[in-house]
């Protein structure tokens, strides 16, 4: 009896474990201008209320939806505009600086870490990415999100206390839960699906499919009022 009730518990703290805790909402999409035909109020009546939205990339590149969709989604009601900024090998300071000027006045903002594909083009490094996130909190106040795969950002980057101190936007198209890379202990927004791959759902009404984000609503509302 002992042996079955002992049983019963390690099985009943197994699917436990994968049982998302009530502070974890799935609120939060990440798009870029690859998103097309946008309908801001069915976004946000989806229950939508956090968007990502690419701005730059390297020290020149500009998405050029960024700005007015800004401006559509703010006026549609939506409750966080993010930027994001896609990180290369070049100068950290540089980046920095091109991207704050395109953000403007975004809620929050992230930098991209992952393998740059485009021909002729450098992937960003550890001390590039630590400049970049330097430069951010300087001029901002506060470290900006880092996203990026565990592969990446566990065998790519080497162990930094300036990049661990960013919140973490992990990039895992698995259940939950995600796998944490090793420089944080925990994350505040999960990347689940890029719309193909990964747990449902994958569509945005308004949208179509497309990355989505679970959020850890808690450590969001610290980080957004400056309590972590």
């Known amino acids: 009896m002992i042996v079955q009730v002992l049983v019963m518990a390690f099985v009943s703290t197994v699917v436990d474990s994968s049982v998302e805790p009530p502070e974890i909402a799935t609120i939060a999409t990440d798009i870029s201008h690859w ?52 990180a290369d090998g070049t100068n950290g300071a540089a980046q920095a600086q091109h991207f704050l000027r395109i953000a403007g006045d975004a809620d929050f903002l992230a930098i991209d870490l992952e393998v740059n594909p485009t021909k002729n083009q450098t992937t960003v490094t550890t001390e590039v990415a630590e400049e970049l996130a330097r430069a951010i909190c300087r001029k901002t106040g506060r470290f900006p999100l880092v996203y990026g ?80």
């Open 35 to 86: 998103q097309a035909n946008i309908v801001w109020p069915e976004v946000i009546q989806s229950g939508i209320e956090i968007v990502i939205h690419k701005a730059t990339q390297g020290i020149n590149y500009v998405d050029k939806s960024y700005a007015p969709r800004k401006e559509a989604a703010r006026a549609a009601g939506l409750k966080y505009w993010g930027a994001y900024h896609f």
């Open 149 to 228: 795969s565990p592969n990446f950002l566990n065998n790519y980057l080497t162990r930094s206390r300036t990049l661990a101190m960013c919140p973490l936007w992990v990039a895992n198209w698995r259940r939950y839960p995600p796998m944490v890379p090793r420089m944080w202990d925990r994350w505040v927004l999960w990347q689940y699906t890029n719309g193909e791959a990964g747990p449902g759902p994958h569509v945005v009404p308004g949208i179509g499919a497309c990355d989505r984000d679970k959020v850890n609503t808690t450590a969001f509302t610290n980080y957004i009022n400056n309590r972590s």
